[in-house]
């Protein structure tokens, strides 16, 4: 599914609507340039699925955590940020296979920084600028 986006407000609201999908287990890959607004989305996801976290960019940290309430099924969202990574090492230091499990959301911006990882993600999510505010949201594999 394409959405077009005039906002940081539509684009959190086109992650809301993917929320309202997901069932926990999900792994979700974020494809964009520096700045096309994937930690926004992550945001609204984040937001729609019950935390009391705000989500925020975990380029320094790598990996954030945010607890989920009031979810059926799902307890916890882990945000990945591959953007400084440099060696597949570094990667299964994160241990990213260990947050697996069928109560949490993994979201993974940057998931092509490492060529020599491939990914099988459950769902794609792709934004691209297309001038000003807007951007294109290319959301594939939700069933």
């Not at 299964?92 to 491939?118: K, M």
Request: with cysteine; aromatic share 8%.
């Amino acid at each position: 599914m394409t959405y077009l986006s005039f906002s940081g407000e539509e684009t959190k609201g086109i992650a809301a609507a993917l929320a309202k999908e997901l069932r926990g287990g999900e792994f979700i890959c974020l494809i964009g340039d520096l700045g096309a607004g994937k930690t926004t989305f992550t945001q609204g996801l984040a937001a729609a699925l019950g935390s009391k976290v705000r989500a925020k960019s975990p380029t320094f940290t790598v990996v954030n955590e945010y607890p989920v309430v009031d979810h059926p099924t799902i307890r916890l969202i882990v945000h990945c940020d591959f953007y400084r990574l440099t060696k597949s090492s570094e990667l299964r230091a994160i241990e990213l296979d260990e947050y697996r499990r069928p109560d949490t959301v993994i979201i993974v911006e940057w998931p092509n920084i490492l060529p020599d990882v491939e990914w099988k993600p459950d769902i794609m999510v792709t934004i691209e600028h297309q001038g000003d505010d807007r951007r294109k949201v290319t959301v594939e594999g939700v069933v």
